[in-house]
């Protein structure tokens, strides 16, 4: 299993081999989540700087962490060609399978379209 703050060393390298410029707000360190949630957690964000790398086109890629009281929200965005609507859960099995994952851990996944693309991945925090 891997922890959020060791899978971002591997984002930064992907995204810098990419020329993808990279930035990170908030501490990756975290304390309220279960050990399972954050492999889980590292597995989406994995899978959506991937996307970025191969599909977004992006400049930069802004990884976000903002914990809250209840929970954590983690925002992966970039600056790129956004998702095409119709290629969202039908071209490949990615975003399919971070959904599913985050389910079982009582999560969730939401696709903003803004400049680029940015998804909201939000996880319970366990009691303190
Ligand atoms: P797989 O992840 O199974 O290797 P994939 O990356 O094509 O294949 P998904 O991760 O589910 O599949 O993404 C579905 C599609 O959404 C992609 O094929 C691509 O067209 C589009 N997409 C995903 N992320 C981005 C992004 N950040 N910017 C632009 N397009 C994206
Ligand atoms: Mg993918």
């Given at each position: 299993g891997i922890r959020v703050e060791d899978?971002?060393?591997r984002i930064r390298q992907l995204l810098q081999?990419?020329?993808?410029g990279y930035m990170l707000e908030g501490d990756p360190?975290?304390?309220n989540t279960s050990l399972i949630t954050e492999n889980v957690l590292s597995m989406c964000m994995k899978e959506a700087v991937n996307n970025v790398v191969k599909h977004s086109g992006a400049s930069?890629?802004?990884?976000q962490i903002e914990p809250s009281r209840t929970d954590l929200v983690i925002k992966v965005k970039d600056n790129g060609?956004?998702?095409?609507g119709?290629?969202?859960y039908t071209k490949g099995h990615g975003l399919q399978g971070m959904r599913e994952r985050l389910e079982f851990v009582n999560g969730s996944m939401e696709v903003v379209h803004d400049e680029g693309t940015t998804l909201v991945i939000k996880v319970p925090n366990v009691a303190p």
């Open positions: 899978e971002l060393v081999a990419a020329e993808i360190v975290l304390t930069l890629c802004l990884i060609t956004g998702i095409e119709s290629h969202l």
